[in-house]
């Protein structure tokens, strides 16, 4: 017996080699049903090999995928002229061991580019036969926006507004149930990555609904990342995917229309840390933060018309009735200042322009403990104006938050 167990051993390993073998060479035919052992004594073999650690190939976009294997499917919510339709790339990593599915999105706005990169480096440099569990990578959700460098859909609507979507509602509806039922249904966790909208920027960050446990529990495992605290609009990608029992994160680099490699760097090394400590993948350089900086947080507006000037750069630290810029109306020579509301740290803000009376200038964080995330922020904000673009075509950004007309979050936030 003692010499037969080395042999088998190693039969059982070229057998293991030779299966995922066939399975890279044929890559779109179902991998063989795991061969059920046949007696007490077969059982018994069996688990000195390396079949029970194996995962078993997945389906997803009618495409059959073999464990330790990365492939490109395509999704297509099928709304445009058949001639005319360019399906969007999806990225998939299948481990060779068993493990969750996570999901990462970007440029569901078109004009947002770092997500893309993140998920390219990402995606690119794992290893399948490495991995535990499944990546999903889609880089760019809306390559039709993405074309236009433009942050709408083609009918001008914002497809992160529309989500789970409805088959029989408007495109960007349409467009939102596809990706939602064919792609987001398959996720364990999900990442959607934005930037900051309409030429602001913001700290590399995530943003959560920190009063779901699973979301608290997920958001603690990306490192040096703060993580803020928001439900989430309804209609967004990632209060949908929260409402369906998908732990969900939105992480936010940088600004739109630009490249920011170290918003870059932040997102990878924040997504390798979430993949380790989830088990799924090993990294060797781990942002070793025990906890995670949670934030409460607010927008300043600017209460005048004209060009900002900006006196505080991202991941200042603030102080209550500090400037925070300075808007001059360039004929009159009038000017007025942004002031912040409380002390706290500028996790977001609005690149020097022009701006209107209302304009959202300076988000402001506070450093808030798990307990004083639910109560509301120390500091005499107005309440937002609320705006709604539900079922109207978008003829101006959406600025304020809580466009679905709810009033609930104590916190002011921008989705983007
Ligand atoms: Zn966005």
């Known amino acids: 017996m003692n010499l037969f167990l080395p042999l088998l051993l190693a039969l059982s390993i070229l057998l293991t080699a030779a299966s995922s073998h066939a399975n890279e060479a044929e890559p779109d035919e179902p991998a063989p049903a795991p061969v059920e052992p046949h007696s007490a004594s077969d059982a ?49 990593a299948h481990g060779a061991a068993p493990g969750p599915t996570m999901c990462m999105t970007a440029a569901l706005h078109g004009d947002e580019l770092n997500g893309i990169e993140i998920v390219r480096r990402v995606l690119h440099q794992i290893e399948p036969d490495d991995l535990k569990g499944t990546i999903i990578g889609m880089p760019i959700v809306n390559l039709d926006g993405f074309r236009r460098a433009s942050r709408y859909m083609s009918d001008r609507r914002d497809l992160n507004r529309y989500f789970p979507g409805n088959p029989i509602g408007s495109y960007a509806s349409r467009v939102a149930h596809s990706l939602f039922h064919k792609v987001i249904l398959h996720c364990d966790y999900l990442v959607d990555i934005h930037t900051g909208s309409f030429l602001r920027t913001n700290l590399p960050q995530l ?17 040096g990342m703060g993580v803020l605290h928001h439900r989430g609009g309804s209609g967004t990608l990632r209060r949908a995917a929260a409402d369906s029992g998908i732990p ?17 760097s932040h997102g990878v090394k924040g997504m390798k840390n ?25 927008w300043v507006r600017s209460n005048q018309g004209g060009i900002m000037l900006s006196k505080v750069v991202l991941d200042e630290k603030v102080k209550k009735g500090q400037l925070l810029g300075r808007v001059i109306d360039p004929i009159t020579n ?3 200042d942004i002031i912040s509301p409380l002390d706290g740290i500028v996790l977001g803000k609005a690149l020097d322009q022009v701006v209107s009376p209302g304009f959202a200038t300076f988000h402001i964080g506070i450093i808030a403990t798990e307990e004083q995330l639910a109560k509301p922020i120390p500091a005499e904000v107005k309440a937002p ?32």
């Open 274 to 298: 979430v993949l380790h400590n989830l088990g799924m993948y090993k990294t060797v350089r781990l942002w070793l933060i025990p906890q995670p900086v949670f934030y409460q947080s607010t």
């Open 334 to 336: 009038t000017s007025s």
């Open 207 to 223: 943003r959560g609904d920190l009063k779901n446990p699973m979301i608290l529990e997920f958001s603690r495992h990306f490192g």
């Open 248 to 264: 969900a994160i939105t992480m936010e680099t940088g600004g739109p229309h630009s490249l920011d490699q170290e918003s870059v």
């Open 44 to 92: 018994s073999l069996k688990s000195d090999s390396a079949e029970p650690g194996m995962a078993e190939p997945i389906t997803l976009l009618n495409n059959t995928i073999a464990p330790g294997t990365f492939r490109t499917l395509h999704w297509s919510p099928g709304l445009s002229m058949t001639s005319l339709n360019t399906p969007v790339p999806v990225l998939v």
């Open 385 to 416: 104006e609320l705006e709604s673009d539900e079922g109207e075509p978008i003829t101006s950004p959406p600025l304020a938050p809580g466009e679905s007309g709810e009033l609930v979050e104590p916190f002011q936030d921008m989705e983007s």
